[in-house]
């Protein structure tokens, strides 16, 4: 069965560095990947999709790259802030049209002042 | 602009006892609906998804089920809470348009603890 992996420890990084999230995915080739953000208590907010033939997606101090050889999701922060501590999750849908998606565990994000 | 709804923000239930929690969406029609399940420290796992009133999918064996009534609302219910149901509950929504990749919206969530 298809599965996610992104590492559970958390991370911790200085103000203005970049942080980069992992996920990897297995038994599976997706034709999208999302990412997530989610504080405690709340329910995720989609962040950025990314398709199977784009290697790099953007948006503004976000950017995402999908290397399907690998299968492996890369989410990169620039000049982080303490507003950017969070837990951020990616996700992939099931089957092509199935509307069923499957989440990573998260990987909790720290930045700090 | 399109919102969820879900209620109640936090319930505290005895084991034995019945569940019902309810998610509208509101400023779209025939949305996908899906409740998930987040335990402490744990990723969402999907416990129900619908494409269209009263047709529901279940995702894993549990002592839940949902219904979907009306076009955008989606109930979550249980007959008899176990203390393994213990969790919070997501409800979500995402649009239908045949070939775009659509990303979901969640409610705000309910944390139910079973005691």
């Known amino acids: 069965s298809q599965k996610i992996e992104q590492n559970s420890e958390a991370l911790n990084i200085q103000e203005g560095k970049t942080a980069t999230l992992t996920c990897n995915y297995t038994?599976?080739?997706?034709?999208?990947l999302q990412w997530y953000r989610q504080d405690p208590g709340r329910g995720p907010v989609f962040l950025l999709l990314?398709?199977?033939?784009?290697k790099e997606k953007r948006k503004e101090r976000l950017k995402v790259t999908f290397d399907t050889t690998l299968k492996q999701s890369l989410f990169h922060i620039t000049a982080s802030q303490p507003a950017d501590s969070a837990t951020y999750l990616c996700?992939?849908?099931?089957?092509?049209?199935?509307?069923?998606?499957?989440f990573g565990t998260g990987t909790r994000l720290k930045v700090l002042a | 602009s399109q919102t969820i709804h879900q209620w109640p923000a936090t319930l505290v239930q005895p084991v034995g006892s019945p569940l019902s929690l309810e998610c509208t969406v509101e400023?779209?029609?025939?949305?996908?609906l899906y409740w998930y399940r987040q335990a402490a420290g744990r990723g969402l796992q999907l416990l129900f998804y619908?494409?269209?009133?009263?047709?529901i999918s279940s995702e894993v064996p549990q002592n839940l089920s949902a219904s979907r009534p009306q076009d955008r609302q989606f109930i979550l219910s249980s007959k008899k809470l176990l203390l393994s149901d213990s969790g919070f509950y997501l409800c979500?929504?995402?649009?239908?348009?045949?070939?775009?990749?659509?990303?979901?919206?969640f409610g705000p969530g309910t944390r139910l603890t079973v005691l």
């Open positions: 996700a992939l849908e099931k089957g092509s049209g199935t509307y069923k998606y499957i």
């Open positions: 979500a929504w995402s649009a239908t348009q045949a070939g775009t990749y659509n990303e979901q919206f």
């Open positions: 990314i398709r199977e033939n784009e």
């Open positions: 400023g779209t029609s025939n949305p996908n």
């Open positions: 038994n599976y080739s997706p034709a999208y």
């Open positions: 619908s494409v269209g009133i009263g047709q």
